[in-house]
């Protein structure tokens, strides 16, 4: 959802270039987190995906889930 509403908000016309998930939220597993954000890739609202202020194990998980679906993550 927040995904859609930011790219309904810069108008909705191309894949927002890069979103960026600032911190993971500890009540959520990560992969399952980026898999609502590979599903937004997928239906074309986000290009790229960042990240920020995650572990090095949680930015595997991230990738892993991410670029199984030939996505990027950085």
Do not use: C, T
């Amino acid at each position: 959802r927040v995904i859609r509403a930011s790219h309904e908000a810069l108008g909705g016309k191309v894949p927002i270039p890069l979103w960026q998930h600032h911190w993971p939220d500890p009540r959520y597993d990560v992969a399952d987190s980026m898999r609502a954000v590979r599903r937004a890739q997928e239906e074309g609202f986000v290009a790229h995906v960042g990240v920020s202020n995650y572990s090095v194990e949680q930015l595997k998980r991230a990738r892993e889930v991410i670029e199984k679906a030939g996505g990027s993550i950085s």
